[in-house]
Nanobody
Framework: QVQLVESGGGLVQPGGSLRLSCAAS????????MSWYRQAPGKERELVARIGSTGYTTHYADSVKSRFTISRDNAKNTLYLQMSNLKPEDTGVYYC???????WGQGTQVTVSS
């Protein structure tokens, strides 16, 4: 059974940092590219960052380039998103997903506010 469990969200002030984690199980994590998505209140879910199966290739939405870093540890079946210089518009629920699988986790809430 595929499981994706996101964690690490919280309330942070503008300019602050957070590190999100996604623990994956039930599939061969090391064979799958992985992505982080987010959904802000009243908006559609959007792609934030993507990483290849080996971790060597990455892609970022223009809105988060130079502020966010996606990474993975295939030995731990875990995906990460390091977020720095956070802005109020980064607020939303963050999800991890493999493009090859039709499963979503429960997400983790990130709120950027003073």
């Amino acid at each position: 059974q595929v499981q994706l469990v996101e964690s690490g969200g919280g309330l942070v002030q503008p300019g602050g940092s957070l590190r999100l984690s996604c623990a994956a199980s039930g599939f061969t994590f090391s064979n799958n590219p992985m992505s982080w998505y987010r959904q802000a209140p009243g908006k559609e879910r959007e792609l934030v960052a993507r990483i290849g199966s080996t971790g060597y290739t990455t892609h970022y939405a223009d809105s988060v380039k130079s502020r966010f870093t996606i990474s993975r540890d295939n030995a731990k079946n875990t995906l990460y998103l390091q977020m720095s210089n956070l802005k109020p518009e980064d607020t939303g629920v963050y999800y991890c997903k493999s493009p090859f699988l039709a499963y979503w986790g429960q997400g983790t809430q990130v709120t950027v506010s003073s």
